[in-house]
């Protein structure tokens, strides 16, 4: 349109532009039938991976390309990383780019959460508690406990009686 309405030749033109004259007429070729000029172009591969990725991808939501990308060459599909990346990308199913940044500033805001920041072990003890049902209508009760600061984990302690869970 451009080059038209300023009644330059086509010659000159590409010559402005700096693009090779051959590959402007097949452009102008391909429009003036109607057809795109680029693409889309068949991707084999792509389409191949795809049920398998996606399936990976939605067992577990929190891995990322690459161990999915290890399950799917397990599985037996000869595929790479960067079509495994594209391809989480295409149905959203990659974790933003901003995941990390999150997990740290949560770290950050639990450590906050102390008066004084533990400096040494036996000063911060977590706990955790959990109760099962089983299919027989019993329950076990789950305890553990973990020191904070050196991150040493103390057995847990599986009971069917609350009164057991003493620690």
């Not at 039938?33 to 389409?47: F, I």
């Not at 891995?63 to 000869?78: E, F, M």
């Not at 960067?82 to 901003?98: H, K, M, W």
Request: aromatic content about 8%; hydrophobic content about 35%; overall charge positive.
């Amino acid at each position: 349109m451009i080059r038209v309405d300023a009644g330059m030749p086509t010659a000159r033109f590409v010559k402005l532009i700096g693009m090779p004259e051959r590959s402007y007429r097949r452009w102008q070729a391909k429009a003036r039938v109607g057809a795109r000029p680029k693409g889309p172009w068949p991707q084999p591969a792509k389409d191949a991976a795809r049920p398998l990725v996606t399936k990976h991808a939605l067992a577990k939501p929190e891995w990322g390309h690459r161990k999915i990308w290890a399950l799917t060459r397990h599985d037996g599909h000869r595929v790479s990383q960067a079509t495994v990346l594209r391809l989480l990308r295409d149905d959203g199913l990659i974790l933003p780019s901003e995941y990390q940044k999150q997990r740290r500033q949560l770290a950050k805001d639990r450590k906050a959460a102390f008066a004084r920041t533990p400096t040494g072990p036996n000063q911060v003890w977590q706990l955790d508690f959990s109760e099962f049902e089983t299919t027989q209508g019993g329950t076990w009760r789950i305890a553990g406990c973990r020191d904070w600061f050196s991150k040493l984990e103390h057995p847990l302690h599986v009971s069917e009686r609350t009164r057991d869970l003493a620690l």
